[in-house]
């Protein structure tokens, strides 16, 4: 998948930074960690510059973000409710569990959105119960754009700083993200547990 980003970039610069991180938003399995490090790296090799990249990079996963957060804004807490009327029983779920979360996000959702845009899966995920709850589309923007540009900034200047060694860099990051899977999928499973048994 590198060499095609690698192309991809090559062939299209800033445009095709754009792309592949507005895709990596939508379609996760693109993992921005080689994108921002090779857009970096292209700083040295080519006519791009770091604040050209970070910029790019940083538009295109707003424009991603925003698909999303209107995805969310589809899937509303009253659409919801009208899902969970008909297939609630069977969901285990009741209405006061969807305004319980939706409640929680309107009290935290700014800061989750900020922190969630430095985790990877979560980066893209995030934006759906955004939309979902309403949050105010200026406030999502702001807290977005700064999370966005806080990991795009940083991945960018590593691959600028480590060139053509970054693959020891690319291992560590890897290593991160699979950490944050295994967590996550705790995290999934123990809420699910933790249900169930309240439930019983």
Same mark, same amino acid.
């Given at each position: 998948?590198?060499?095609?980003?690698?192309?991809? &970039?090559?062939?299209?610069?800033?445009?095709? @930074?754009?792309?592949?991180?507005?895709?990596?938003?939508?379609?996760?399995?693109?993992?921005?960690?080689?994108?921002?490090?090779?857009?970096?790296? &292209?700083?040295?090799?080519?006519?791009?510059? @770091?604040?050209?990249?970070?910029?790019?990079?940083?538009?295109?996963?707003?424009?991603?973000?925003?698909?999303?957060?209107?995805?969310?804004?589809?899937?509303?807490?009253?659409?919801?409710?009208?899902?969970?009327?008909?297939?609630?029983?069977?969901?285990?779920?009741?209405?006061?569990?969807?305004?319980?979360?939706?409640?929680?996000?309107?009290?935290?959702?700014?800061?989750?959105?900020?922190?969630?845009?430095?985790?990877?899966?979560?980066?893209?995920?995030?934006?759906?119960?955004?939309?979902?709850?309403?949050?105010?589309?200026?406030?999502?923007?702001?807290?977005?754009?700064?999370?966005?540009?806080?990991?795009?900034?940083?991945?960018?200047?590593?691959?600028?700083?480590?060139?053509?060694?970054?693959?020891?860099? &690319?291992?560590?990051?890897?290593?991160?993200?699979?950490?944050?899977?295994?967590?996550?999928?705790?995290?999934?499973?123990?809420?699910?547990?933790?249900?169930?048994?309240?439930?019983?």
């Amino acid at each position: 998948m590198e060499d095609w980003i690698t192309s991809v &970039m090559s062939d299209y610069g800033y445009f095709g @930074i754009f792309l592949l991180i507005l895709l990596e938003n939508i379609f996760p399995p693109i993992p921005s960690e080689v994108v921002l490090t090779v857009g970096g790296f &292209m700083t040295t090799t080519t006519t791009m510059t @770091i604040p050209g990249v970070i910029a790019a990079s940083t538009a295109g996963s707003v424009s991603g973000a925003m698909m999303l957060y209107g995805v969310g804004v589809l899937l509303d807490v009253a659409r919801l409710e009208k899902i969970i009327d008909k297939y609630g029983n069977w969901l285990r779920v009741k209405k006061e569990d969807i305004h319980k979360a939706d409640s929680w996000f309107d009290r935290f959702g700014v800061w989750t959105v900020f922190f969630g845009r430095l985790v990877p899966l979560v980066r893209s995920l995030i934006s759906i119960p955004a939309g979902m709850s309403n949050m105010k589309v200026w406030l999502f923007l702001i807290f977005s754009t700064l999370g966005t540009l806080l990991w795009n900034t940083v991945l960018v200047f590593v691959g600028e700083a480590v060139g053509e060694n970054r693959q020891q860099i &690319m291992r560590q990051l890897s290593l991160y993200s699979n950490v944050v899977y295994v967590l996550l999928a705790l995290g999934v499973v123990a809420a699910i547990w933790y249900y169930i048994r309240k439930k019983e």
